[in-house]
């Protein structure tokens, strides 16, 4: 079983991109604190919707709960083969309100708190 949980605070604010086919993508870096002293700063990558979601609703600094699972790759640069992991986002809940008008609101109107790249009528995964 390939299951990745992360709960740390974005590095950056999230660009939102969009390949050739229009399909919406979200490379992203969360620094997770390990329990010893340290942080480790795990690369994500987040597709569709959740990809969009996630550019249009969390900032640098938010805190954020990140499912999914481990991807391996590869690519040549400069005649070398550069090795990557990533983790593939499933599903994002935010964890950080933004402050507005003296009290805790959602940075937006509405602010979903899970959202899913899977169809939820495919049933459990296990």
Same mark, same amino acid.
């Given at each position: 079983?390939?299951?990745?949980? *992360?709960? !740390?605070?974005?590095?950056? %604010? +999230?660009?939102?991109?969009? =390949? ?19 942080? @480790? ?8 919707? =959740?990809?969009?979601? #996630? &550019? ?8 954020? #709960?990140?499912? !999914?699972?481990?991807? =391996? &790759?590869?690519?040549?640069?400069? !005649? ?5 992991? @990533?983790? =593939? ?5 935010? *964890? %950080? ?5 003296? &009290?805790?609101? +959602?940075? %937006? %109107?509405?602010? +979903? ?6 169809? *939820?009528?495919? &049933?459990? +995964?296990?």
């Amino acid at each position: 079983m390939n299951t990745v949980i *992360l709960c !740390g605070r974005l590095t950056a %604010d +999230p660009e939102v991109r969009y =390949t050739n086919n229009k399909k919406a993508t979200c490379r992203f870096k969360v620094a997770v604190n390990r329990i010893s002293e340290g942080a @480790d700063f795990i690369q994500c990558i987040a597709w569709e919707k =959740t990809a969009e979601n #996630l &550019g249009k609703y969390v900032k640098k600094g938010d805190r954020i #709960l990140v499912s !999914g699972s481990i991807t =391996t &790759g590869s690519y040549e640069k400069d !005649g070398k083969k550069v090795y990557t992991t @990533d983790v =593939t986002a499933r599903t994002i809940q935010f *964890l %950080d309100m933004h402050k507005q008008d003296g &009290g805790f609101k +959602p940075a %937006d %109107d509405e602010i +979903p708190v899970e959202f899913t790249q899977a169809d *939820l009528d495919e &049933g459990l +995964p296990f």
